[in-house]
Every structure is written in structure tokens, then in C-alpha cells.
């Protein structure tokens, strides 16, 4: 899994605001997709675009990175670092493959 990070951000010539990501980090992770009660929960039915990410804690990771997995970038939602056994675990959602610079 490659840990990016946000290296310039500036305003688009309508306002909106780009980012230009780069790699922070390639770090070690078990993922999984999350669907079925995570779904149902928010009220919709969607394709699974939400993961679950399982990797060793480090405190250079926060909801400011993005996850890039198998091709596909995908936004931090929550992060829940763990001191007793050192992992920390992190659920994504996908970031739409048309508007990946803009937050």
C-alpha cells in the first residue's frame, strides 16, 4: 500500500481546490473490503468503495493522506491506532477517479 501525502495545494481558476498528492510512505497492510452491514447502515445499497485497512501504527498517517491501493486512490475517513498490540486500523472510502485532485 502507498501512503500519500498532500505536496501543493492551490485554487483552480474557478475556485475549486486541487491538490497534488506524493508519496509519503509504501507501508506493509491487510485490507478488506467493508459491504454488506456497512451498506446497509448509511441506508443505501452501492458497490463496495469502502476498505478497511490494517497496518502498523505510525503517527505520520493522518485523515489529511490519501490510501493508494491496486490502482485506486482512495480518502481517509477514520483512523483508530491501538497502543496495546501497535496496529493501526483505517477505514477509506474510494475517491472518485474524475475528481481526484480536488477535495
Known amino acids: 500500500m502507498e501512503v500519500l501525502e498532500?505536496?501543493?495545494?492551490?485554487?483552480?481558476?474557478?475556485g475549486g481546490q486541487i491538490v497534488d498528492w506524493g508519496t509519503l510512505r509504501h507501508q506493509w497492510a491487510c485490507v478488506r473490503y467493508l459491504r454488506g452491514t456497512s451498506a446497509l447502515q448509511?441506508?443505501?445499497?452501492?458497490?463496495?468503495s469502502s476498505i478497511s485497512v490494517l497496518m502498523r501504527y505510525t503517527a505520520e498517517i493522518t485523515e489529511r493522506n490519501r490510501l493508494k491501493w491496486q490502482s485506486k486512490t482512495y480518502k481517509i475517513v477514520s483512523l483508530n491506532g491501538s497502543k496495546?498490540?501497535?496496529?493501526?486500523?483505517i477505514v477509506a472510502d474510494l475517491?472518485?477517479?474524475?475528481q481526484q485532485g480536488v477535495e
Open 42 to 48: 448509511q441506508g443505501e445499497m452501492w458497490l463496495p
Open 6 to 14: 498532500p505536496l501543493n495545494i492551490r485554487r483552480s481558476p474557478t
Open 95 to 98: 475517491v472518485d477517479e474524475g
Open 84 to 89: 496495546i498490540d501497535g496496529t493501526l486500523t
